[in-house]
């Protein structure tokens, strides 16, 4: 089982601290800045949205560079080994990975010469799954539980509300023995709507 990051919607206020705080310290590190989570909202309840970590990666299955890898316990992405195919995002259920634009370094935005006409203005935004920059080298992000830091995940610890938390395998294990112990103790009521109804002959 892998650790995973959960939210509670009710503790949750909207507020974008923890996207703030993910791609600020993403940044530090040299990597994409993009937030690797996304608030989302309804009429009643708010809640970030990020990678579930799943036990089978179908991401990491379909990267044809290997930069999707398992590594303690939670999916990891290697943005240097990102080729921009976008298969992982096509393959994740969850919508969890998303696309963030790369230039390299010595070639400035918007550099026309007499040998090549201006580029046309960007459209309008539409999805970074869709969206294409001419120059731009689209990298895949995704979370990847803050590894590189020793404080742990950055949305987790600047949460004001404490609505996030990490999972890992000795929670599980506690939750499910307290649901059984639940189970072993209910009472199941009136049953006889379940019995099969004598036959007369």
């Given at each position: 089982?892998?650790?995973?990051?959960?939210?509670?919607?009710?503790?949750?206020?909207?507020?974008h601290?923890?996207?703030?705080?993910?791609?600020?310290t993403?940044?530090?590190?040299?990597?994409?800045?993009?937030?690797?989570l996304?608030?989302?909202?309804?009429?009643?309840?708010?809640?970030?949205?990020?990678c579930h970590?799943?036990?089978?990666a179908?991401c990491?299955?379909?990267?044809?560079?290997?930069?999707?890898?398992?590594?303690?316990?939670?999916?990891?992405?290697?943005?240097s080994l990102?080729?921009?195919?976008?298969?992982?995002?096509?393959?994740c259920?969850?919508?969890?990975?998303e696309?963030?634009?790369?230039?390299?370094?010595?070639?400035?935005?918007?550099a026309?010469?007499?040998?090549?006409?201006?580029?046309?203005?960007?459209?309008?935004?539409v999805?970074?799954?869709?969206?294409?920059?001419?120059?731009?080298?689209?990298?895949?992000?995704?979370?990847d539980l803050?590894?590189?830091?020793?404080?742990g995940?950055?949305?987790?610890?600047t949460?004001?509300?404490?609505?996030?938390?990490?999972?890992?395998?000795?929670?599980?294990?506690?939750?499910s023995?307290?649901?059984?112990?639940?189970?072993?103790g209910?009472?199941?009521?009136?049953?006889?709507?379940?019995?099969?109804?004598?036959?007369k002959?």
């Amino acid at each position: 089982m892998n650790r995973f990051i959960i939210a509670d919607s009710k503790l949750c206020m909207g507020c974008h601290t923890c996207e703030a705080a993910c791609s600020e310290t993403h940044r530090l590190h040299g990597l994409q800045s993009m937030p690797r989570l996304k608030v989302m909202r309804d009429a009643n309840d708010s809640a970030p949205q990020m990678c579930h970590q799943c036990e089978d990666a179908p991401c990491a299955g379909v990267c044809p560079a290997n930069a999707i890898t398992r590594v303690d316990g939670a999916v990891h992405l290697n943005e240097s080994l990102c080729v921009s195919c976008k298969l992982c995002a096509i393959a994740c259920p969850f919508g969890s990975i998303e696309f963030s634009g790369s230039r390299p370094i010595h070639i400035p935005a918007n550099a026309n010469s007499p040998k090549a006409p201006p580029a046309p203005p960007a459209p309008a935004r539409v999805s970074s799954l869709i969206d294409w920059v001419p120059g731009v080298r689209a990298i895949a992000v995704k979370c990847d539980l803050c590894s590189f830091d020793e404080d742990g995940p950055a949305c987790v610890r600047t949460c004001p509300t404490k609505a996030l938390r990490v999972v890992d395998n000795n929670d599980i294990a506690q939750s499910s023995k307290r649901k059984r112990e639940l189970t072993l103790g209910a009472t199941l009521g009136d049953l006889t709507l379940f019995t099969q109804p004598e036959v007369k002959k």
